[in-house]
């Protein structure tokens, strides 16, 4: 390639100094030096392109660079080595513009790959050495400097370290990690100077897998670059009948030569690999890595999407669902005991719990005197109290279990999770229901996809099918396959190849087949040397299963615009013939037209650089949506509580069910209702400013207004609660207004949180 564009441009320089002597020579009374020098530019370019085509010819791919050449030569044959020189000058001078379009939409994927760095700092004993990335080795100690790019990957040894993964992942905000935690190799330190421990040598790690895919994507070939020169067998012959026409209308070769002129082919030859070369940098700045215009094409083509579920629709990995309580306990109580218990524990498991605790705010206990059960659970000391955390079998006796133990059980089973009892001395006291669950941005990528026009989507699995049930309907998919190992994948990938084509969406090992045997492979995630990542035709840098519609949506603009920007072209080289058939345009004035209709088909094809119409726009500030965010998080401690209630409600005697009524009514009052309020005084305005559409924030006041309706609900039932009247009937419609104020505002919460993702400058970047 670079010896290639070198001798494009050693080609426009001597086109250039021809057509410029000539000029000078006709203006001195020297016609004979002035056709000579016209003759000499246009050679060399006649030379080239000819071995160009026969080049393209042995290949089994016949273009319409042979207008070209036709034109060319017969502007020289037939005494016109000034048409010959601007043509000459014009299609060379096309092709450095490519190089130089070309260049331009590949410069975010370049940028990649020049940061990667080349030197790392080594410690050995007490001395900080500089050595090459490539010396370094799995458990060597480096030291990465403010400032510095993260040479491979590695985990923290000291105590915090500040990274900024946004080159990496797409994510802009630092994050914080402490020791232990794994660092992505091309993440740049925004802190102060830490100590890292090698995972992986550079020619392994997250960046070096980055590279090789930036590599293959500014070198893949486009089919839809084919596609062009499939329009180019059909655009040939027509401009060859069209020059033979105005020869036999007129007599005059001349006549024919500025059809050939007017014909020359830039539009074909440059609109579909500058659009999708372009397209694949605008996808790289959003954090997708399209492995080629080749992928993007295929992605625009796109009718069915295959999801894996763990991992890619939901977080991959246990959170806490919900507490469930005995009587008289608190639900904080429960999960302080429980995560304090098992900070002692490696288990997966206890992770979740400790990180849920922390998370809330609690403030957990050392334990002491702790023994673990492999399987089944642990016991220790917290506090002076016997505390035991573990399954059921574990903590419950084989007797008759308790109601609140009963409705424990039964919740687990419906929202297929994993149960954990918490006991104090004996007795339990709680349950902490602990499941996958969808990650935050999974409903808007589904609508995403189905705007961009996806018409089938699956989620093929190898979990349970009751788990996997419950996913596709929360997401109405079009079908689930649960219980799928690899290969089934493979296979269920391959049926639905056999009807539409097919995108795979995956993030683990297990995936890669899949990917690999799909139309188009797309890796979740941000692990540029993993096996799904290299299976992959398309890799989500960031960890967002929205950028899968984003991908799909900036394919098609790529291939919209390189399509408009061959099909003008043609029909503005076909005017341009018809103009010089009838006598309009002469060889040189055809040459002149011929070349603002390529630097017009350019322009055009760069348009695929920026983003569609309409992504732009205001946006609240990221300060503002994180602000939103944490209101939430408060919001969901009370809607805890009143769940809490709710169940409570359930066996209580009048005295405790009134003073559980109140609590459910201050509540409300106090937090919901000051929230839906906040949310309709102030918040929503400022969205109505952001967002296109404001039907949907109609819909979210109504949704407002039935929230306060039932608030008031519950309060005339408070206020109807002295002591004579407070009968199971009045419970029971209690329980029912405050269960469903919980629903509600959950549900309206949830979409709240989308629309903010969806508005605030972080999404948008």
């Known amino acids: ?10 080609l426009v320089a001597i086109a250039v100094a021809g057509l410029t002597v000539g000029i000078a020579a006709s203006v001195a009374g020297r016609p004979d030096l002035a ?4 003759t000499l530019g246009t050679a060399p370019v006649i030379g080239g392109l000819a071995a160009s085509i026969v080049r393209d010819f042995l290949a089994g791919r016949l273009g319409v660079d042979a207008i070209a050449l036709l034109s060319m030569s017969a502007a020289l044959a037939l005494g016109q080595p000034l048409a010959g020189a601007v043509v000459a000058l014009m299609y060379a001078g096309g092709n450095v513009l490519e190089d130089f379009a070309i260049a331009r939409a590949e410069h975010d994927l370049r940028s990649l790959v020049d940061r990667a760095p080349r030197q790392a700092h080594r410690r050995t004993g007490d001395r900080i050495d500089q050595v090459p990335v490539e010396a370094v080795s799995v458990g060597d100690e480096l030291l990465v400097r403010a400032g510095e790019i993260v040479p491979v990957d590695g985990v923290v040894r000291s105590a915090l370290a500040t990274i900024d993964e946004s080159a990496v992942t797409g994510e802009p905000i630092p994050a914080v990690k402490a020791r232990g935690s794994a660092v992505l190799s091309g993440s740049l330190n925004a802190g102060e100077t830490f100590e890292l421990s090698v995972t992986a040598p550079a020619g392994e790690s997250t960046y070096a897998g980055i590279v090789r895919m930036v590599t293959a994507a500014q070198t893949a070939k486009a089919p839809f670059v084919r596609l062009a020169d499939r329009y180019a067998l059909i655009f040939l012959p027509v401009t060859l009948v069209i020059a033979f026409l105005a020869w036999l209308v007129s007599g005059d070769l001349t006549r024919s030569l500025a059809v050939l002129v007017a014909a020359t082919p830039c539009p074909l030859i440059l609109a579909a690999p500058v659009a999708f070369i372009a397209g694949v940098a605008q996808a790289a700045r959003r954090g997708i890595l399209a492995k080629g ?12 999407v295959l999801f894996d579920k763990t991992g890619t629709l939901t977080v991959g990995g246990a959170r806490l669902l919900s507490i469930e309580v005995a009587p008289g306990q608190r639900p904080e109580d429960v999960l302080t005991l429980g995560a304090s218990l098992e900070q002692a524990s490696h288990h997966v498991l206890a992770k979740a719990v400790v990180a849920a605790a922390i998370e809330r705010g609690l403030e957990l206990k050392a334990p002491e005197q702790v023994k673990e059960t492999m399987g089944a659970g642990l016991r220790g000391l917290i506090g002076g109290r016997q505390v035991t955390v573990g399954s059921r079998e574990m903590l419950l006796s084989d007797g008759e279990l308790s109601p609140w133990e009963l409705r424990a059980i039964r919740r687990a089973s419906w929202r297929s999770a994993l149960i954990v009892f918490v006991a104090v001395d004996g007795r339990p ?9 969808l990650r935050s941005d999974t409903p808007r990528a589904i609508r995403l996809l189905r705007d961009a026009g996806i018409a089938r989507m699956v989620m093929v699995t190898g979990d349970r099918a009751a788990a996997a049930q419950t996913i596709g309907a929360a997401l109405d998919l079009d079908a689930v396959l649960a219980d799928r190992v690899p290969s089934d994948k493979v296979e269920a990938v391959r049926s639905e190849q056999r009807l539409h084509p097919t995108i795979m969406v995956g993030d683990g090992i297990n995936d890669a087949p ?6 188009i492979g797309v890796a979740l995630g941000a692990r540029g040397a993993s096996a799904s990542s290299e299976a992959a035709d398309v890799v989500i840098l960031a960890d967002r299963l929205d950028r899968v519609g984003e991908a799909i949506i900036i394919a098609q603009r790529a291939r919209r615009i390189a399509v408009q920007s061959i099909i003008v072209g043609m ?26 209709i390529d630097v017009a088909v350019i322009l055009n094809a760069l348009r695929a650089l920026t983003p569609a119409g309409g992504r732009g726009g205001r946006h ?3 300060e503002q949506g994180l602000a939103l965010h944490h209101d939430h998080q408060a919001l969901f401690r009370d809607l805890d509580r009143l769940r809490t209630i709710v169940d409570a409600l359930d066996d209580a005697p009048p005295e405790n069910a009134a003073r559980l009524i109140e609590e459910a009514h201050r509540l409300v009052q ?15 305005p400022q969205l109505a400013e952001v967002l296109r559409e404001r039907h949907g924030l109609s819909a979210m006041s109504r949704a407002h207004r039935e929230i306060l309706h039932l608030a008031r609900l519950l309060a005339r039932i408070a206020e109807d609660l002295p002591l004579e009247r407070v009968d199971r009937y009045l419970i029971r419609d209690a329980q029912r207004v405050v269960e469903a104020i919980e629903t509600l505002v959950r549900m309206h919460t949830a979409q709240e949180e989308d629309i903010y993702e969806a508005v605030t400058t972080q999404s948008a970047a």
């Open 1 to 10: 390639m670079p010896f290639e564009r070198t001798l494009r441009r050693m």
């Open 35 to 38: 056709n000579l020098a016209w």
């Open 293 to 304: 215009g080749g992928a993007l094409e295929a992605l625009a083509r796109a009718h069915t």
């Open 429 to 437: 006291i709680g349950a902490l229901l602990l499941a996958d669950e």
């Open 514 to 519: 899949a990917l690999a045997a799909a139309d």
């Open 571 to 596: 029909s503005l080289s076909v005017a341009a013939m018809m103009a010089a058939t009838v006598g309009w345009l002469a060889p040189v004035p055809a040459a002149i037209v011929q070349e603002v």
């Open 620 to 622: 609240i500030t990221v």
């Open 670 to 684: 106090g937090s919901v209702v000051v929230h839906e309020r906040d949310d309709e005084g102030s918040v929503y």
